[in-house]
């Protein structure tokens, strides 16, 4: 199999969430969290010399427990996040008109998705950076606990989002 024999779907966004995660559990003990991102290009207009901005609004899944408990403790509105995940289109129905639906999501399973939370201290203009992955959160409960109590501690500061 040759190197252009393959395919690859990541997807890489940094952004903001445009509101707070939402958590769901189903039926058999599993959860589900999304978040909704939010990123924005800038560009001058050639004629009015104007700044132009364009937001894109981007849905996030993410099926990984650990990292939906880590997202409930740290992660708000606001919160500037740096995630890696694969596109998904499903098929949905809508309730009010019956009509079948599709939308596209960045969906983050186990072992197969990162999350980094990106807001900076400010406390000492220090930044404050936490990469949250199954793996990560593995290591940090069999070798020092405290890392993540830590982490809590200095992502107490208020967003001024």
């Known amino acids: 199999m040759g190197l252009f024999d393959r395919s690859l779907n990541k997807v890489i966004l940094i952004g903001n969430l445009g509101k707070d995660p939402e958590v769901r559990s189903f039926q058999n003990g599993g ?91 400010s406390e000492n203009n220090q930044n404050s950076q936490e990469t949250i992955t199954e793996d990560k959160e593995i290591k940090d409960q069999k070798s020092n606990k405290s890392s993540v109590d830590e982490l809590a501690t200095e992502l107490d500061d208020d967003i001024p989002f």
Do not use: M
């Not at 800038?42 to 427990?65: A, F």
């Open 31 to 121: 959860r589900v969290c999304n978040l909704t991102i939010a990123t924005s290009e800038s560009w001058k207009d050639k004629e009015s010399s104007e700044i132009r901005q364009k937001t894109e609004w981007h849905r996030i899944v993410v099926y990984n427990e650990k990292l939906i408990e880590l997202i409930e403790k740290y992660i708000h509105k606001g919160s500037k996040i740096h995630v890696e995940g694969q596109l998904e289109t499903r098929k949905y129905t809508d309730e009010a008109s019956g009509v079948d639906k599709y939308t596209t999501e960045v969906v983050l399973k186990p072992f197969r998705g990162d999350l980094t939370i990106l807001d900076s201290k």
